[in-house]
């Protein structure tokens, strides 16, 4: 299908149109497709019975509406890693309109930056046709956050000062939104004095920024401070600024395993143990209600699926391994689970059967894999930044549980005391101590679910300081 023309309509129509969209929050253009869209739909579907006038937008409606981006992609060689930010913004249901500057378009194209937003981008100030379909002003204002990424030296100066001699400069000005900037630039760069004090009067203005980080930089030799912010940082930094209060969790992945495992002996019978997935569910669903996008690999339990959530049922540890590894990647792993430390060398294919006067059958244990220790000894690129798992003990237990910190190389340890006089196996309450390389908390006791709130407040904080550490 061809694009629309909207400039060959009539005077009347237009104005009828422009009103339109002004009062439904669209661009012209958006107005002219939603038209064509429910008039297509209409002719598909039967008339309803009794139709309910839609001047304006339900608060339902309005409450669903995706939250929208404007990202300008400034010139430098990282703009190739804003197409990855585009998908990955998209893939959180995050739509994105783009405005390139004449330098952004001399390292990628209007092209592939609108085939991959699924809008083509907006690059100029004075072009006819995007200013009559939306105006500078509209871009700037029909939107929940506006993103630079890559924030040049030249673009942040120019925002420090207030010029607006180009769309996303004019744009920056005159936008009423939050603004995140992802700074990328060569590291003499970002540390000259003049970045600096830029730098310091938009953070005082109320921006935010995200990065720029260390590592090697395009210009072969040249290293230090000044790579742009990987795209999924970016974006979880996104997601967090247009998240309501409430959900401090908001753009975090979380990859949680919990119940037991079932190990087979045959087609029948299987080891097993006591646990009964309650306290690693209560972690997911406090994880959910958070705002984090979780996970849930749970071993065999007799207990319904928290709402809200992806739930992969397993039975052993290798299936339980395998839905891990296929759940990453993940910003926070929390092994709750309680894995079985053996299988059957070889089980049986038939049911074994009892033989009179037979030797009673003799199982060969295997060692199963360690998830906890398998994922937290990943390289740092695959490795989830946080990485808790679980220490149930029948004795010393705090010992014990600083031990398997430092064995299985995963960054804090829950411990709870699992002998049976304190019931917590299958029970509803738990006393856990939390273990970390800078210490122990000893927390009360409790039930499983205000415990999973705690753990979820805890790790809301510290997510929120090695973010703040970072920028
Ligand atoms: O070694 P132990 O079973 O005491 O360690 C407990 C912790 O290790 C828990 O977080 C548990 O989920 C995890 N674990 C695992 N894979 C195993 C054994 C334990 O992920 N095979």
Redesign the pocket.
């Known amino acids: 299908m061809g694009s629309l023309t909207i400039r060959k309509l009539d005077e009347a129509m237009k104005a009828r149109l422009r009103l339109r969209a002004a009062r439904n929050g669209r661009s012209v253009e958006e107005e002219a497709r939603t038209i064509l869209r429910d008039a297509a739909a209409d002719a598909e579907s039967p008339p309803a019975a009794d139709p309910t006038p839609t001047e304006a937008p339900s608060a339902a409606a309005a409450a669903a509406k995706p939250a929208r981006v404007l990202l300008v992609i400034g010139g430098g060689i990282a703009a190739y890693k804003s197409l990855d930010l585009i998908r990955r913004l998209r893939e959180r249901g995050i739509a994105v309109r783009c405005v390139l500057t004449r330098a952004g378009s001399e390292f990628i194209t209007p092209l592939s930056v609108g085939a991959i937003a699924g809008e083509r981008p907006y690059t100029d100030l004075f072009n006819p046709d995007h200013e009559f379909d939306v105006g500078h002003i509209r871009l700037a204002r029909d939107t929940d956050l506006v993103i630079v990424a890559p924030a040049t030296a030249d673009l942040m100066a120019k925002m420090a000062n207030g010029h607006a001699d180009d769309l996303a400069t004019a744009v920056l000005l005159a936008t009423d939104k939050p603004i995140l900037l992802a700074p990328a630039m060569n590291p003499r760069m970002w540390a000259n004095k003049a970045t600096q004090r830029n730098v310091t009067r938009l953070q005082n203005d109320g921006v935010t920024l995200v990065g720029p980080g260390e590592g090697e930089m395009a210009e072969r030799g040249e290293r230090g401070r000044g790579r742009m912010a990987e795209p999924l940082e970016i974006a979880v930094r996104v997601t967090a600024l247009l998240a309501p209060q409430d959900k401090p969790l908001a753009g975090y992945r979380m990859l949680i395993?919990s119940g037991p495992t079932h190990e087979p002996i045959d087609p029948v019978r299987y080891i097993a143990n006591r646990s009964s997935g309650k306290q690693g569910h209560a972690i997911a669903a406090a994880a959910a209600a958070a705002g984090a996008e979780v996970t849930l690999v749970s071993g065999p339990v007799t207990i319904p699926d928290p709402n809200g959530i992806t739930v992969v049922h397993v039975e052993s540890?290798r299936e339980m391994l395998a839905a891990v590894e296929k759940a990453m990647p993940a910003d926070i792993a929390i092994?709750?689970?309680?894995?079985a430390?053996w299988r059957v060398a070889r089980d049986s294919e038939q049911k074994i059967k009892k033989q009179t006067g037979a030797a009673t059958p003799e199982l060969s244990l295997t060692e199963?894999?360690?998830?906890?220790a398998t994922i937290s000894k990943l390289p740092p690129a695959r490795r989830p930044p946080l990485v808790i798992?679980?220490?149930?003990e029948t004795e010393h237990v705090e010992r014990h549980a600083r031990e398997?910190l430092a064995r299985?190389g995963c960054d804090w340890i829950v411990a709870n005391d699992v002998s049976p006089a304190t019931g917590i196996m299958g029970g509803d309450s738990n006393t856990v101590h939390l273990i970390s390389a800078t210490g122990i908390e000893h927390w009360p006791p409790q039930s499983k679910d205000a415990v999973a709130q705690m753990l979820i407040e805890h790790i809301a904080r510290t997510m929120l300081e090695k973010m703040k550490a970072k920028s």
Not at 368 to 372: E, V
């Open positions: 395993t540890a092994f709750a689970a309680a894995v430390d199963n894999p360690d998830i906890l798992g679980f220490a149930a398997k299985k």
